[in-house]
Nanobody, 125 residues
Framework: VQLQASGGGLVQAGGSLRLSCAAS????????VAWFRQAPGKDREFMAG????????YYGDSLKGRFTISRDNAKKVAYLQMNNLKPDDTAVYYC???????????????????WGQGTLVTVSS
């Protein structure tokens, strides 16, 4: 079982990045997926979640519409499109999956079974 996050890098404030999360070793299309981030010295923070079908999406309160989560089950990949990036978005971004997350607790990292290794996003001012 593996989740491989990629697409991070250095970007100027106001710029965009698209992160990818490639899955292997399990039936990706049966799993809900989420993105979290963790900045130095801070707790891991929920960014966005998407159900197995892609029909329902959920977002962290702090995003204000700047990020969009999506998935392509045929390619076994989930995405996080990040626009209008700010220096406070600097963090390591992780993707995670759960067979069926509970919408009441999907923002908790303990809801998820599998985790990717993280990809670093650095936003310069």
């Amino acid at each position: 079982v593996q989740l491989q996050a990629s697409g991070g890098g250095l970007v100027q404030a106001g710029g965009s990045l698209r992160l990818s999360c490639a899955a292997s070793g399990f039936t990706f299309s049966s799993y809900d997926v989420a993105w979290f981030r963790q900045a130095p010295g801070k707790d891991r923070e929920f960014m966005a979640g998407i159900t197995w079908s892609g029909r329902n999406t959920y977002y962290g309160d702090s995003l204000k519409g700047r990020f969009t989560i999506s998935r392509d089950n045929a390619k076994k990949v989930a995405y996080l499109q990040m626009n209008n990036l700010k220096p406070d978005d600097t963090a390591v971004y992780y993707c995670a999956s759960a067979l069926r997350f509970n919408t009441a607790t999907l923002k908790s990292q303990y809801e998820y079974d599998y985790w990717g290794q993280g990809t670093l996003v650095t936003v310069s001012s």
